[in-house]
């Protein structure tokens, strides 16, 4: 059941504040101009109300970068194996979009279903997420045009909504209850017009995304053109840097490194991209997908085409960041429409 209250700004600091004593607050900061997720010592630090999105998402706090599996070392003959300890800190993900909020429900769909990734797992279970609502779009958002919102309330525990100077505070799980503790018998509890305010704000800043809607049926559209001719043209602008992989909210690719010596080593975990060339690289030498065109379809159809039932969301929660941040101007959307159309037309000619 959500509990909601109506706050000030200075309240809302308040509260934040608080959440400082006892656990890690990662929130927005601004660190040499850009708007990064870090963690903070002070509410002070935090961009409480920031004007865009952060350069990266926050799943590096759940899915690190890099990470030791495990350590083995050679001791009398035997060899001992000594995994990493299990993180125990709570931490509070503070003032995530909707779209980032999406993401790392779509990371758990990878690392939470059947068997579950140990180190993931853990850092989930202790992890509570704060969303704040999009007070306006940036203009590469598109959220609306797959499928989200922006002011969304997946993978959120407390959501805040901007309304106008003051703040909406939503406690949508058992989680985000147990944040507010006994902070909430101190705040004014939110109105039926205030909750009106939500689908409001929600119009407006949808109504600030010019994207047409990438349609579910597409994806099996995509999936029957996968040899499609196509895709050699939309890849050519594709320079393969991954920067795209690396922004994502929702990717969950990553590389295994195995460093030793004589007397021990270590198994780490590094993020990867689908569109680097070594990602399917075979120790043999073969490479099933040797050409930039094969790795950039990955990409797209990863996205939006493998889904295992009509229904699933998109794993591309149109936050934007791959738009923005391509040196070569790709644009997803403009590529799945693009490729749609292809497939479509090259049936209809067949079909004549």
């Known amino acids: 059941m959500e509990s909601s209250w109506k706050l000030t700004d200075a309240q809302l600091r308040e509260w934040l504040s608080g959440l400082l004593d006892g656990n890690s607050v990662v929130a927005p900061i601004e660190e040499d101009g850009v708007l990064l997720f870090r963690p903070i010592a002070s509410e002070e630090q935090a961009v409480v109300k920031p004007s865009g999105k952060t350069r990266w998402s926050p799943k590096e706090f759940l899915f690190p970068r890099s990470e030791a599996l495990y350590r083995y070392n050679f001791k009398g003959g035997t060899v ?58 940036d203009p590469e958002c598109f959220c609306t045009a797959v499928g989200y919102s922006p002011v969304g309330e997946e993978g959120s525990d407390v959501q805040l909504v901007p309304l106008g100077e003051d703040w909406m505070l939503r406690a949508l799980t058992d989680k985000g209850r147990d944040l507010v ?21 929600e119009k407006t800043v949808a109504g600030q995304i010019d994207r047409s809607p990438v349609n579910r049926e597409w994806s099996q559209v995509l999936e029957e053109g996968f040899e499609h001719g196509a895709w050699d043209r939309l890849a050519q602008h594709c320079l393969g840097c991954s920067v795209c992989a690396y922004v994502c909210p929702s990717c969950s690719c990553f590389d295994m490194n195995h460093e030793a010596n004589a007397w021990c080593g270590v198994q780490c ?23 930039k065109q094969e790795r950039y379809r990955q990409r797209v159809l990863h996205k939006f085409a493998f889904r295992e039932e009509d229904d699933e969301p998109f794993r591309c929660v149109g936050c934007g960041r791959c738009v923005a941040l391509c040196p070569a101007g790709l644009d997803i959307v403009n590529t799945v429409t693009a490729a749609v159309e292809a497939i479509r037309e090259e049936g209809a000619d067949a079909a004549r």
């Open 269 to 291: 975990r590094s993020w990867d991209a689908c569109t680097f060339p070594l990602f399917t690289h075979h120790a043999s030498g073969h490479n099933p997908r040797e050409t």
């Open 181 to 201: 503790g006994d902070a909430g018998d101190g705040w004014t509890k939110a109105t039926a017009k205030d909750s009106k305010r939500i689908a409001e704000l």
């Open 80 to 137: 001992q194996l000594e995994d990493p300890p299990v993180p125990e800190e709570h931490q509070v993900l503070f003032g995530m979009r909707s779209c980032d909020a999406s993401g790392i429900v779509r990371l758990d769909e990878i690392f939470l279903s059947g068997t579950k990734d140990r180190l993931y797992a853990a850092r989930r279970e202790n992890t509570t997420i704060v969303s704040t609502a999009c007070a306006a779009a």
